[in-house]
């Protein structure tokens, strides 16, 4: 079965220092990835998306992902971040033989970005 | 993402109503869906549709059903609602695709007492 694991429940770090997300993946074939990020009393919103290509992917609001296939890893990454990317992060993949191919997501991660 | 709406943001009921969610598109996607977010949990795929005619079942369908009454519009019900269906509920739409992504609504947060 298709699955995506986020090692940390709560991640803090200090405004202006690069920040880190971790998801790793386990699937079946090549992995279709994705980050979304969820504000206080908002929707998902999709960040970026790793399908075929250059393993360095960019996205919204200044984030990047790197895709790692020998560590089955696709982490989220900031260079700088802003008490504003305080949020809850989720990874997810796409997966090929169930529920029409719809996503299996992480359980998610919660960003605290202190001043 | 304003394109998808639910009503209510906030329902408070009681054990055994009959509670209705409902979403609404204006973004022209054929696909729909509805999820339910517990913490820790993530996102658990309750049921959704690729078309007005194609309504499936997901991952945690026991205890709800759905109606899909146009393209733009697809609503969950809790025929009989109970304490653990309490949750934040997130409807979505998406183009077709593997490589495409979904368009989440701002989420229902429904208790059961």
């Known amino acids: 079965a298709q699955s995506v694991a986020q090692p940390e429940d709560q991640v803090n770090v200090a405004e202006g220092n690069p920040l880190t997300v971790k998801c790793t993946y386990s699937?079946?074939?090549?992995?279709?990835l994705f980050w979304y990020v969820q504000y206080p009393n908002r929707g998902l919103q999709f960040l970026l998306k790793?399908?075929?290509?250059?393993?360095l992917v960019k996205g919204s609001y200044g984030f990047e992902a790197e895709f790692n296939k020998s560590q089955t890893s696709f982490h989220l990454k900031k260079p700088s971040a802003l008490v504003s990317d305080s949020a809850l992060y989720f990874c997810?993949?796409?997966?090929?033989?169930?529920?029409?191919?719809?996503?299996?997501f992480g359980p998610g991660t919660r960003l605290s970005v202190l001043p | 993402d304003a394109d998808v709406t639910q009503t209510p943001r906030n329902r408070i009921t009681k054990t055994g109503k009959r509670i209705m969610l409902e979403c609404s598109q204006t973004?022209?996607?054929?696909?729909m869906y509805w999820y339910r977010q517990d913490p820790g949990l993530g996102l658990r795929l309750i049921y959704y549709s690729f078309d007005v005619k194609d309504i499936n079942k997901g991952e945690i369908s026991d205890g709800y059903s759905v109606s899909r009454q146009a393209q733009a519009k697809f609503s969950l019900s809790l025929e009989s609602a109970i304490p653990n269906q309490t949750a934040l509920y997130f409807c979505a739409t998406s183009d077709p695709g593997l490589a495409t992504e979904q368009f989440f609504g701002p989420g229902t947060r429904l208790t059961v007492l």
């Open positions: 997810a993949v796409r997966d090929f033989y169930n529920y029409g191919q719809n996503f299996v």
């Open positions: 973004k022209g996607h054929d696909r």
């Open positions: 790793y399908i075929t290509g250059d393993n």
């Open positions: 699937v079946s074939g090549n992995p279709y």
